[in-house]
């Protein structure tokens, strides 16, 4: 999606840019303007990838980093060369075994890259945008923040939804409306999007069950989350904070 929203001034660092949404946002951030830092622990290996951010390469820069750590974050934000703008926390993990199964090292896993790095990336990055009296955060919640899986549509997939993953974007729903009010004094908007279910070739069973249960009857696919990124990064969503924008095809209805 490109020239839907002017983002030609905007700095845009985007937590989990290696991954199927976080590649997708960091291209259609570009194609609108955008100079984008795209931050993940894992580095940028698809080639298709590689080669669509090449026409890019004087506004896109790759940081590699560990957002779990604070000491991590710090070390590469010392090797920005700019201010950033628009923080987009996209990074996200989940683990799929049975709750009796979960392990203590799942269980911090799941936290500590979605919860614990979200709140320590919006720390680290708030610090400037309160200097500047400026700044957007945009945090990725999910429906599964919002309401409990229906076990049924996952049949024998093995994909079930997990209890820490619901909770920790639970929890990241909840820490963007309590930092949308702590930093609104400095200028600062802070709001969450919450997508649905995303295609990713899953169990044949899982999608038509799940776009059945879907108004819309289908699963999203990345591109259908950017049009809500860039509005929230936008200076169109100037006066919108504490928000969380469920983008599910109205799964959540039912």
Request: hydrophobic share 40%.
């Amino acid at each position: 999606m490109a020239n839907s929203y002017n983002l030609k001034r905007k700095t845009v660092l985007v937590t989990g840019a290696s991954g199927q949404i976080g590649q997708t946002l960091v291209l259609s951030l570009l194609k609108n303007g955008a100079y984008v830092y795209g931050v993940d622990v894992v580095p940028v290996i698809d080639p298709k990838f590689k080669k669509l951010i090449a026409s890019y390469i004087r506004r896109f820069s790759y940081m590699p980093a560990d957002i779990t750590s604070e000491r991590k974050i710090k070390a590469m934000l010392r090797a920005l060369k700019r201010p950033v703008d628009v923080l987009i926390n996209c990074a996200g993990v989940g683990v799929y075994t049975p709750f009796e199964k979960r392990t203590e090292d799942e269980l911090d896993y799941v936290m500590n890259t979605n919860l614990k790095g979200t709140i320590l990336m919006s720390k680290a990055l708030s610090r400037e945008m309160v200097k500047r009296k400026k700044g957007t955060i945009i945090n990725f919640g999910s429906v599964y923040g919002v309401t409990t899986p229906d076990f049924r549509i996952y049949g024998d997939s093995k994909r079930n939804s997990s209890e820490i993953y619901g909770a920790t974007k639970a929890g990241i729903i909840h820490f963007t409306k309590y930092l949308a009010v702590y930093l609104a004094k400095h200028g600062i908007t802070v709001n969450a999007v919450s997508p649905g279910g995303v295609f990713r070739s899953q169990a044949e069973s899982f999608v038509k069950n799940y776009e059945y249960k879907t108004p819309l009857g289908r699963m999203a696919t990345p591109e259908d989350l950017v049009g809500a990124i860039l509005f929230l990064a936008s200076d169109d969503a100037r006066y919108i904070t504490g928000q969380n924008l469920v983008v599910d095809g109205g799964f959540t209805l039912w």
